[in-house]
């Protein structure tokens, strides 16, 4: 990878030796101030993506919307990796889970891709958006029940709705048994917050998964991956499942945490749509924000730099979406113009899913607890220090509690059709903490404290199966 032109050619406060750190806290408390930096080398710049990876980044929508809509330049298999090959990417980076090679559509090129893809895309057309709207509500509605009797009127809505939600919905969909479920959240869960072990606890639960359905398909997505056309392996399944979990639940956590700081910070219009707060967090503050690493297949010009043949191409999605040339004319382009979901051959399959689940997430929220409100300003709010999504560490929040003599009616939300509220809070757990943690107790609905009933056994999966039967 070439260095920049002469530094003297470079304007002030642009990083002239050395590259820009895109990862630690000075980065997540401002990413936009990086971004504008690196803007002037040019439509990309070299930058630190972990310690001592480099990787170019590319800032500009047209030079990111080039690279995404050319895979004949700019393929998706890291085997070629330069640095990687040659040993210099250290062992233990954290680029490293991001960035390696696994046999999934989201890596593989030409044949091989379009084969995974399709198995993917046709499975994922077979969901009925309004059972996924169902499930949604279900999964939002026992959530919120989980913290909205909790006396103090406080929850912290990251780990206590945005990050568990999808994953309560994600293993509906790919029919889990409650103990497969269990393990499958913990196993996720863990990959996100580097617990060890995790990447075998989740393999092993969805080749389990994978075997049971073998034995018994049934109406699920993990069934029509298998019985597809394209006639995946069982590790192949296994794969395209992981890349589901993996590229949904996180950055679906991020869309309706943001979405909905947005929408109850002091800047936003209130009364205006849930979907425009969505939008808005699709455009400025994109869940995926700096991903999608590229390979030339032979040495590229950008802009006056020079990248060589299988040198990683980082596309900043972030920067793109928020590329002043862009924002100039933005009000002009289609609201779904963004490059949250990416695009080219390699776009997001799920985009219309995931979309409707944050939607319904953050509707589901504003409905239940209509006096909900942000205990710190909007700015105030603190993100992950990371380079790879734009999601925010906690969203402390407050209401009026559901009074247990307010139980009587209130049992589900709007056309949710769920049971009874039960009492308790999770405490400000993460989803995998949660799925240890013993299940809260139930009110019965005349208002009064049942005597305590047998508590459901398991993990989050299992406890949330158990909500809905009524137990």
């Known amino acids: 990878m070439q260095q920049p032109r002469d530094p003297h050619e470079i304007p002030p406060g642009c990083p002239a030796h050395g590259n820009v750190q895109m990862y630690g806290p000075s980065f997540g408390a401002d990413p936009d101030s990086h971004y504008a930096q690196l803007r002037a080398y040019g439509p990309s710049a070299p930058v630190d993506i972990a310690p001592d990876v480099e990787v170019e980044l590319v800032t500009s929508y047209d030079a990111a919307l080039y690279i995404l809509q050319n895979p004949a330049s700019f393929v998706r298999d890291s085997r070629r990796w330069n640095a990687l090959n040659e040993g210099r990417v250290p062992a233990d980076s954290p680029a490293l889970p991001m960035m390696s090679y696994r046999p999934n559509a989201l890596l593989s090129d030409g044949a091989a891709h379009a084969r995974l893809r399709r198995a993917v895309t046709d499975s994922l057309a077979t969901v009925n958006e309004h059972q996924l709207i169902r499930q949604t509500q279900q999964s939002a509605n026992y959530l919120i029940s989980q913290f909205s009797t909790d006396i103090r009127g406080h929850a912290e809505l990251m780990a206590e709705y945005a990050q568990p939600l999808p994953l309560l919905v994600f293993s509906e969909l ?20 580097g617990t060890p072990g995790s990447d075998e606890v989740l393999g ?42 993996s590229g949904g639940t996180a950055p679906l956590a991020a869309a309706i945490g943001t979405s909905t700081a947005l929408y109850l910070g002091e800047d936003w219009q209130l009364g205006l749509p849930v979907e425009d707060a969505i939008s808005q967090t699709l455009w400025n503050y994109a869940p995926i924000s700096n991903y999608a690493a590229h390979y030339p297949t032979h040495d590229v010009e950008l802009g006056g730099r020079v990248i060589r043949a299988n040198d990683p191409i980082l596309v900043s999605f972030a920067a793109a979406n928020t590329d002043p040339k862009l924002t100039e004319h933005r009000e002009q382009l289609s609201a779904k113009a963004h490059l949250a979901f990416g695009a080219g051959p390699h776009a997001c399959p799920a985009k219309d899913p995931a979309f409707m689940i944050a939607v319904t997430a953050v509707e589901t929220l504003l409905n239940q607890l209509h006096d909900v409100e942000l205990r710190v300003p909007f700015k105030s709010l603190t993100w992950a220090p990371i380079p790879w999504s734009r999601s925010l560490v906690t969203l402390p929040i407050r209401f ?16 949710s059709g ?40 398991g993990g989050l999966f299992s406890r949330f199966l158990a909500w809905t039967r009524g137990e």
């Not at 029919?175 to 996720?188: H, K, L």
């Open 174 to 193: 790919f029919g889990c048994p409650p103990e497969i479920g269990d393990r499958v959240i913990a196993g996720i869960s863990g990959l996100f917050e």
């Open 204 to 245: 092993g639960a969805l080749m389990e998964l994978i075997a049971l359905k073998r034995r018994r398909p049934t109406d699920d997505l993990t069934t029509r991956l298998m019985e597809h056309s394209a006639e995946l392996s069982d590790e192949e399944v296994m794969h395209q499942l992981v890349t589901l979990l």
């Open 400 to 415: 009026t509690p559901k009074a247990v003599a307010q139980g009587a009616g209130s049992a589900a939300s709007a056309g």
């Open 418 to 457: 769920a049971s009874a509220w039960s009492a308790g809070s999770t405490g400000g757990q993460t989803p995998q903490q949660q799925a240890s943690a013993p299940a809260p107790s139930h009110a019965d609905p005349s208002g009064t404290h049942a005597p305590a009933a047998p508590q459901p056994k």
